[in-house]
């Protein structure tokens, strides 16, 4: 039965939809979409929808993989079977890291993607010289402000906590010191008199 007088709302996050324009673009240039994200996470999985030629980078060190690969090749058996599940069907390194753009997951960390940014930028400066960058490589700001923010405010809290922790650890940690200091003297209180008074006396 078709539904009449319908208004369909597109709902997705605007910084979601922009990293899938990003990739659109990626894919109508040639280039083969580096994506910052967790291979499994439901947006990334959403974004490499968008792709036929994509790879997924979760930290950093994994950014580091591919830039040696870019710059010295390697183990290709080794290096696929890393990135085993991050990668589109028939992914081979050695074609298609020449032409490279990045993209985010919107929930990572926005200055490891940053940072990766970086890593990528120069080593194809390096791998092809500055003048021909643009035809290698191509970045936009897919960075989530809002989830940053988010992230700030979460680890605040978190530090809040912690030093409140700390207090009343400490204030735990001198009632046992007063406590166990008050029965030492208690439980010794004779001996403790008899040595007064032997140094009063002498």
């Known amino acids: 039965m078709l539904l009449q007088n319908v208004e369909v709302v597109d709902t997705t996050c605007p910084w979601v939809s922009k990293v899938w324009n990003t990739v659109d673009k990626h894919q109508q240039r040639g280039l083969t979409s580096i994506i910052h994200g967790k291979y499994a996470h439901e947006e990334t999985i959403a974004t490499t929808s ?44 050695d074609t298609m890291l020449r032409k490279v753009g990045l993209a985010n997951q919107t929930t990572m960390y926005k200055k490891e993607t940053r940072a990766i940014g970086q890593l990528l930028q120069k080593t194809m400066m390096k791998k092809f010289g500055p003048v021909d960058i643009k035809d290698h490589y191509m970045e936009f700001d897919t960075i989530c402000d809002a989830t940053q923010v988010g ?8 530090f809040y906590l912690i030093n409140k922790a700390r207090i009343v650890s400490t204030f735990m940690l001198l009632l046992y010191i007063i406590l166990h200091s008050s029965m030492y003297i208690f439980r010794n209180v ?4 008899r040595s007064l008074s032997r140094t009063l006396k002498s």
């Open 151 to 158: 992230s700030f405010i979460t680890l605040s809290l978190l």
């Open 50 to 93: 968008f792709c036929d030629d994509y790879i997924c980078v979760k930290d950093y060190k994994e950014a580091e993989m591919v830039a040696d690969y870019i710059l010295s090749g390697g183990d290709k058996a080794k290096f696929l079977a890393h990135f085993k599940n991050a990668i589109s069907k028939g992914f081979d390194p």
């Open 190 to 193: 004779k001996t403790l008199y």
